[in-house]
């Protein structure tokens, strides 16, 4: 089914790289658009206290989102790419890899599936992605 794009939904867990610190953590973000073939727009980080970083990079393309717990050697990701230039997983493996990730779970949603958007599916008012 075409849609208009597709959202990874990623876990990183037991990384081996400290968490914390916008620079760093801005400058991944980025690099990993880049990786992905992504336009960067704009982007906004935020430094928690005591620790933990959240922020987005804004790209032409949608998104790309991080959420750190370095307590927890963890970081949830999420990356949003609409159109056929820009590859997702490009960007969720760079940060995994760049992180030394222990482990990673990834869920992959479609977005804007083009039957719901053109009604050629009926839709109930309340649906999952199962039901699609």
Not at 9 to 19: A, T
Not at 55 to 60: E, K, R, S
Not at 66 to 83: K, M, Q, S
Not at 87 to 113: C, M, Q, Y
Request: aromatic share 10%; glycine share 6%.
């Amino acid at each position: 089914m075409k849609t208009l794009g597709r959202h990874l939904l990623g876990e990183l867990i037991g990384c081996k790289v400290k968490l914390d610190g916008v620079p760093f953590i801005k400058s991944s973000m980025e690099e990993a658009a880049i990786h992905a073939n992504a336009t960067i727009i704009e982007s906004v980080f935020h430094q928690f206290s005591p620790h933990g970083v959240s922020g987005v990079v804004v790209i032409a393309e949608s998104h790309l989102t991080i959420h750190t717990w370095p307590e927890l050697n963890y970081a949830a990701v999420d990356v949003f790419t609409c159109g056929d230039t820009v590859d997702p997983w490009k960007a969720f493996n760079f940060l995994k890899d760049l992180f030394k990730a222990e482990k990673s779970i990834v869920k992959e949603i479609t977005r804007g599936h083009y039957d719901l958007l053109n009604n050629k599916v009926n839709p109930s008012t309340e649906m999952t992605y199962q039901d699609i």
